[in-house]
T-cell receptor
């Protein structure tokens, strides 16, 4: 099946610094990837849709200047949390929709736990 | 508007007992429905999906789900639960866009 990886799996940073999270599709090319945020014991909330070669589409209420998304290639999307603060601490999960699969069939990465001190 | 409701926040069952996790959805057209499982600190793994056809869908790990249009439901079932099934389960619906809408999840606890 399609495999999506994320790096790092866990990161701790100081308040005010920026953190970059990578999402890679290992065995397929993905023109579209998705970034979700999950608070403890809560559901996944879609933050943005990452489109290869064009700007990401952000969901309402998500600050585009704070959560920078770059989909530089067909196998890599990055999420940069700029000037991170403790309230940005969360579990970030990416997914990708491989070509040729059924509509909306997304494959998820293992997630990145961000802790901002 | 699209929405997914999982009425049970937390369910506890004994190992070997049967399981049913409820999922109700609201969607204007025929939905694409999914069940995902998430172990602590992990990403989501697809258990099964429904797009069309047979309303009883078989998935991995012995799970199945039944789409009931009249009840707007897509409940997940397993005849005999194993301790390794303890996890968080999410129902999701997709449709005319690429977005998936997730329910709030049901945490399954299994007692030996």
């Amino acid at each position: 099946g399609a495999v999506v990886s994320q790096h790092p799996s866990r990161v701790i940073c100081k308040s005010g610094t920026s953190v970059k999270i990578e999402c890679r599709s290992l065995d397929f090319q993905a023109t579209t990837m998705f970034w979700y945020r999950q608070f403890p014991k809560q559901s996944l909330m879609l933050m943005a849709t990452s489109n290869e070669g064009s700007k990401a589409t952000y969901e309402q209420g998500v600050e585009k200047d704070k959560f920078l998304i770059n989909h530089a290639s067909l196998t890599l999307s990055t999420l940069t949390v700029t000037s991170a603060h403790p309230e940005d601490s969360s579990f970030y999960i990416c997914s990708a929709d491989p070509p040729g699969t059924s509509y909306n069939e997304q494959f998820f990465g293992p997630g990145t736990r961000l802790t901002v001190l | 508007a699209q929405s997914v409701t999982q009425p049970d926040i937390h369910i506890t069952v004994s190992e070997g007992a049967s399981l049913e996790l409820r999922c109700n959805y609201s969607y204007g057209a025929t939905p694409y429905l999914f069940w995902y499982v998430q172990s602590p600190g992990q990403g989501l793994q697809l258990l099964l999906k429904y797009f069309s056809g047979d309303t009883l869908v078989q998935g991995i790990k012995g799970f199945e789900a039944e789409f009931k249009r009249s009840q707007s439901s897509f409940n997940l079932r397993k005849p005999s639960v194993h301790w390794s099934d303890a996890a968080e389960y999410f129902c999701a619906v997709g449709g005319g866009t690429d977005k998936l809408i997730f329910g709030t999840g049901t945490r399954l606890q299994v007692f030996p």
